[in-house]
């Protein structure tokens, strides 16, 4: 039995379906951005691509410790 999706992955499904691009798609964006701090990258995504607070959160947080891990 798996369990639920948790933490910021979980807003994933609401993210693509609001706004209409894939998860990886807002990766690149992030990675590709010369913005390299947290709550700067929140605020740009908020800014420049109208995205909520939490959701640019969620895509902020899952991308920076995705990239920390390698």
Known sequence: MTGAVKGPASYFPAI?????????EWKDLIRSS???KHLELVNWLKSEHGLGHGHANALVAHTLAEDSDK
């Not at 693509?16 to 990886?24: D, H, L, S, T, V």
């Open 34 to 36: 010369p913005l390299t």
């Open 16 to 24: 693509e379906k609001k706004y209409g691009r894939p998860i990886a």
